[in-house]
């Protein structure tokens, strides 16, 4: 399998108008659905012009939160499901830190493999979440989970984390949205199937025998994904910056431009979500990217 070394160190990874009027947002309110955005794998650097496979991610981070801020009804918070910074800096962090305020969004922020969850909690305070973490909004459960593991690009939940999992689940049975970095299932890709959650079947284990649990949402995966088993989506969401080709046997790179995922969790548990991509990006990846 083509490695590509940048990245395999672990750093040390049709609109429509604006319509401005006010809006109120009550996320306690558990009659309203509850709106959410979720924005994956920035691989943001310190530098505000680096770039990353012909990529200037900063900028095409910039791109997408600007358009996901711009549909007509905002969101009630960000999800944002790690690679937040490639290049393990102070800098890229408090970037983060800043331009995530600035939207006035409640966001989360959850590690990857190129993430150092010490240097992602230290700088993104509050909004960096730990092992595990459950945030409660409009009578949803958001369940956050860190499936990075050091020096690994595979991801791994812990013996503790299954563990505090099941109790959470079988104490609280409103409905649940899981949030973790790695794809916990196969996703159809040859070369990302070796690199996901390599314990992810204790994960899908756990949301069978608990059906409260609604979506496993994933990022890693830089691609569109969504597959149901039982009553619950498994929904991977394009990066913020370059795309992987899906179903793809051996690492390529796609040419859809960079986008997110946006969620409606409803009160009686039903989930609808889109993807939302830029209509265009100036960038392209570079063609002769060998391997991630
Ligand atoms: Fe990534």
């Not at 009550?26 to 012909?54: K, V, Y």
């Not at 299954?162 to 649940?176: D, M, N, R, S, Y």
């Amino acid at each position: 399998m083509p490695h590509h070394p940048q990245l395999f160190r672990r750093s040390r990874c049709a609109m429509r108008p604006t319509i401005p009027r006010p809006f109120q947002v009550n996320a306690e309110d558990s009659a309203m659905p509850l709106r959410l955005i979720q924005l994956s794998d920035l691989h943001l650097f310190g530098d505000p012009s680096a770039t990353l496979l012909g990529i200037t991610t900063r900028q095409s981070f910039e791109a997408v939160l600007s358009l996901a801020l711009a549909q007509p009804d905002p969101p009630q918070a960000l999800i944002l499901s790690g690679d937040l910074v490639q290049d393990a800096s102070a800098a890229g962090y408090r970037y983060l830190r800043e331009r995530l305020k600035r939207t006035e969004i409640p966001h989360y922020c959850i590690a990857g493999n190129h993430d150092l969850p010490a240097l992602l909690t230290e700088h993104l305070g509050a909004a960096g979440l730990g092992a595990v973490a459950l945030r409660r909004l409009a009578g949803w459960n958001l369940i956050f989970l860190d499936s990075s593991a050091a020096e690994q690009v595979s991801g791994v939940l812990t013996p503790t984390q299954l563990e505090q999992l099941a109790a959470l689940l079988a104490a609280e049975t409103a409905p649940a949205l899981i949030c973790l970095h790695h794809h916990p299932l196969s996703i159809g890709s040859t070369w990302m199937d070796q690199i996901g959650v390599s314990n992810g079947a204790a994960l899908l284990a756990l949301c069978e025998r608990h059906p409260q649990v609604k979506a496993v949402l994933f990022g890693h995966v830089h691609q569109a994904f969504a597959e149901q088993r039982g009553s619950c989506w498994f929904l991977g969401a394009p990066a913020t910056c370059f795309q992987f080709k899906p179903r793809s046997v051996n690492f390529a790179l796609d040419d859809q431009p960079p986008g997110y995922r946006e969620l409606t969790l409803y009160p009686d548990g039903q989930v609808r979500t889109r993807i939302v991509r830029l209509s265009a990006y100036a960038e392209i990846p570079l063609p002769q990217a060998g391997g991630y």
